[in-house]
């Protein structure tokens, strides 16, 4: 989604931009800009589309040593060059790159039409710069104009904000949507992901909701809208960066499954206690005598994280004997949810600032109730606004759609899940046979990994289909909606997921040869129920794709083709089965010619509502 990047005090203020934004690309967007203040007056150039288009416009001929550049996902207007940011007022006296949403934007604008402005966006961001401008040509200074407008604004921003008349000075300012701030050799940076400094940055220091800062070359000075001013620990910026490119492989998205036993190793990697059978926990910051009173456990998250949530209920419910239900943040947050101080709630998120699980985690914490996290990004909002968590250690995930970072969530939930259950019933056997699954998984997922040629040959069913049904019971259910959602990410074709069980309640009816079903079937204790559903699919003409590691018979027999994975540890054949399902959305997304890592409509880290 919109990423945000500016610097004062480099030699080719536009150098250090462009590198940064091509560091936020991944993210997601649509179109991009910067603007670079020459001394004198504010230059912009901005373009529609991919990165390659703005530098073609060769930015790096703008000279000056302060500037701000902004990779944008269009939500108010269409993804124009106008409306791009950063967005200059019409006097071109200030300049400005925002993430998130004006809510009051119209009123705002109105107020200031009414004052003579004129706007040639149809942005909210113009708005703001516009506002900005007001203040300023009426004798205020930048910082306390900034400081002044922000009470009046409603919804969320993470900006930056450029003074004609002050040409080595920026000014950020954050509400709901991240800001970093970097401290280098003689230059300060401001970025809505650490990663975009790293080189250019020694240390970070994090922005909280409502602080205001002022950046020069060689000082940062922050004001807290609540508090005053404000003193910000700065810290060593080690975030990773995706700049080792995509290795030889055709895509970012197999890369990343390429990674996958590697991520996963990672996550496991020092967290098991094979003689005890249970996990090593201590980023929970809970004790076993605290842990024990919590009766349930609520997991959050959106998108993928929704879907290993779902996982994790499943396997806490499963192993820990704990009523345990995934919801989506955004529905839970706004739906004013009961807190209840003896449930653990966990909140699910690959970056660490999707908004909607932040916003689920504040509510949570000003109930009063205690919330962990699972998150893959070290220092993230998410990750410091939680009261302990697990890192998933999957490294930089690139590609829009999820893979090793999704098996990660639904690997670190069934460590919690371990934990929780040895803390409760889960026998010292039945703990160490799961221990010896988390330490074989990796092999698993590699072996899963070479069966992609034999995945491939099954892509045709697909490629001709109109639509796709994904079907799974127990905890091949969310499987087979995680299986479903890849392959409308990036494969453009509608698929819909049901549990096997519900499928003669109604979906049936559109079964015919045009409308495979992919069945996601472990090889568990419902496995012959399930068999005895395909024999009711088959008699409606429908195509079988049967993603197993099971080797029944009954299951070659009935289905068109068979994807047949390393039989794993029950507890994680969710992740073997996934792991199988996003190489046949990847598989056949390329056959069908698809953008694999930047799927249309869509971002990798969707920071607004
Ligand atoms: C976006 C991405 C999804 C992702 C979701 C949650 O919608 O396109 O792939 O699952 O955000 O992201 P998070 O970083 O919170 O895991």
């Not at 949507?177 to 809505?192: E, F, H, K, N, T």
């Not at 806490?316 to 529905?331: G, K, N, Q, V």
């Not at 995680?482 to 309640?505: N, Q």
Request: with cysteine; aromatic share 4%; proline share 4%.
């Amino acid at each position: 989604m919109c990423g945000i990047i500016a610097v004062t005090g480099h030699a080719n203020a536009a150098q250090t931009l462009m590198a940064g934004l091509r560091r936020l690309a991944y993210r997601g967007y649509d179109s991009a800009g910067v603007a670079v203040h020459d001394g004198e007056s504010i230059a912009r150039l901005r373009a529609a589309g991919a990165l390659e288009n703005l530098a073609s416009l060769d930015p790096e001929s703008l000279s000056g040593q302060c500037g701000i550049g902004h990779t944008r996902w269009a939500t108010h207007g269409a993804p124009t060059a106008e409306n791009a940011h950063p967005h200059l007022s019409a006097d071109a006296a200030i300049a400005v790159v925002h993430n998130g949403i004006i809510e009051n934007a119209d009123a705002l604008r109105a107020e200031l039409q009414a004052e003579g402005m004129t706007f040639t966006s149809e942005t909210d961001t113009e708005v703001l710069a516009q506002a900005l401008s007001l203040a300023v040509s009426r004798g205020e200074a930048l910082f306390e104009a900034v400081l002044a407008l922000m009470p009046r604004v409603q919804g969320t921003y993470g900006l930056v904000a450029l003074d004609r008349a002050a040409p080595d000075q920026l000014v950020a300012a954050r509400l709901g949507s991240p800001v970093a701030l970097g401290i280098g050799g003689g230059c300060r940076l401001v970025a809505s992901d650490p990663a975009a400094m790293v080189g250019f940055a020694d240390d970070v220091l994090h922005l909280d909701d409502g602080d205001v800062a002022r950046l020069t070359p060689d000082s940062i000075a922050v004001r807290s809208l609540d508090t005053g001013e404000r003193t910000i620990e700065a810290t060593t910026l080690t975030a990773e960066v995706n700049d080792a490119g995509r290795d030889g492989h055709a895509h970012f998205m197999l890369k990343e499954l390429c990674e996958q036993p590697e991520a996963i190793a990672r996550t496991v990697s020092g967290r098991l206690d094979a003689r005890f059978g249970t996990a090593r926990l201590g980023g929970l910051n809970i004790q076993p005598r605290d842990l024990i009173a919590f009766r349930g456990v609520k997991l959050l998250g959106c998108g993928s994280a929704h879907i290993a949530a779902e996982c994790g209920a499943h396997l806490i419910e499963s192993l820990a004997r704990l009523p345990a239900s995934a919801e989506a943040a955004a529905e839970f947050r706004y739906r004013n949810p009961v807190i209840e101080r003896d449930l653990l709630y966990v909140v699910i998120s690959q970056s660490g600032e999707t908004y909607d699980t932040l916003a689920a985690c504040n509510e949570i914490k000003r109930k009063g109730g205690t919330v962990i996290g699972i998150n893959n990004v070290i220092g993230s909002s998410l990750a410091r606004a939680v009261d302990g968590g697990i890192y998933l250690h999957a490294g930089p995930e690139v590609s829009v759609a999820s893979t090793k970072a999704w098996s990660a969530m639904v690997c670190a939930l069934g460590l919690l899940a371990l934990y929780l259950g040895r803390v409760h019933d889960l026998s010292p056997s039945a703990g160490a046979s799961l221990v010896k699954g988390f330490e074989a998984l990796p092999e698993w997922l590699e072996q899963t990994y070479a069966l992609r040629p034999a995945i491939r040959e099954v892509t045709p069913l697909l490629t001709q289909a109109r639509s796709v049904f994904f079907i799974g019971r127990g905890n091949a259910a969310p499987v087979a909606r995680e299986g479903a959602l890849k392959l409308k990410e990036i494969a453009y074709i509608h698929a819909e997921a049901y549990p096997t069980s519900e499928l003669k309640h109604g979906p049936l009816a559109l079964i015919e040869p045009a409308v495979p079903t992919v069945v996601v079937l472990p090889d568990d204790e419902l496995l012959d129920k399930s068999i005895a559903s395909l024999a009711e699919i088959r008699a409606r003409d429908g195509k079988l794709i049967v993603v197993t590691d099971s080797d029944d018979t009954r299951i070659d027999a009935a289905a068109e083709a068979v994807i047949r994975l390393p039989k794993s540890h029950a507890a994680l054949t969710p992740i073997v089965l996934g792991m199988g399902l996003q190489l046949l959305a990847y598989e056949t997304a390329v056959a069908l010619g698809r953008e694999i890592d930047r799927p249309r409509n869509l971002a990798k880290s969707v920071t607004v509502e």
